[in-house]
């Protein structure tokens, strides 16, 4: 398995950016879906995620700001973010859970400058 993740950068505080994850090796229509940070210094947690029948979980702090999504044609999973902060800065991670098995993609740097 493999996850190809992309989309990152610096963006000014109340901009946008659109993350990509395309995963092969797995049968991604049947997966869970979901994306991660990591802020230096901090634990790990969990932004957003999407089940295979499309139902989506999010953050508190991410919710209204961030929307993610699926293209099960092109095995990908994205996240779109709007209204970004400067607590946002962290490295994101893509994270495919199928069958109760975790696989995460290399992180994405998304720093936000104020």
């Known amino acids: 398995v493999q996850l190809q993740a992309s989309g990152g950068g610096l963006v000014q505080a109340g901009g946008s950016l659109r993350l990509s994850c395309a995963a092969s090796?797995?049968?991604?229509?049947?997966?869970?879906g979901g994306w991660y940070r990591q802020a230096p210094g901090k634990q790990r947690e969990l932004v957003a995620a999407i089940s295979s029948s499309y139902s989506t979980n999010y953050a508190d702090s991410a919710k209204g700001r961030f929307t993610i999504s699926r293209d099960n044609a092109k095995s990908t999973v994205y996240l779109q973010m709007h209204s970004l902060k400067p607590e946002d800065t962290a490295v994101y991670y893509c994270?495919?859970?199928?069958?109760?098995?975790?696989?995460w993609g290399k992180g994405t740097q998304v720093t936000v400058s104020s």
């Open positions: 994270n495919i859970r199928l069958y109760g098995n975790d696989y």
């Open positions: 090796g797995i049968i991604f229509r049947l997966s869970t």
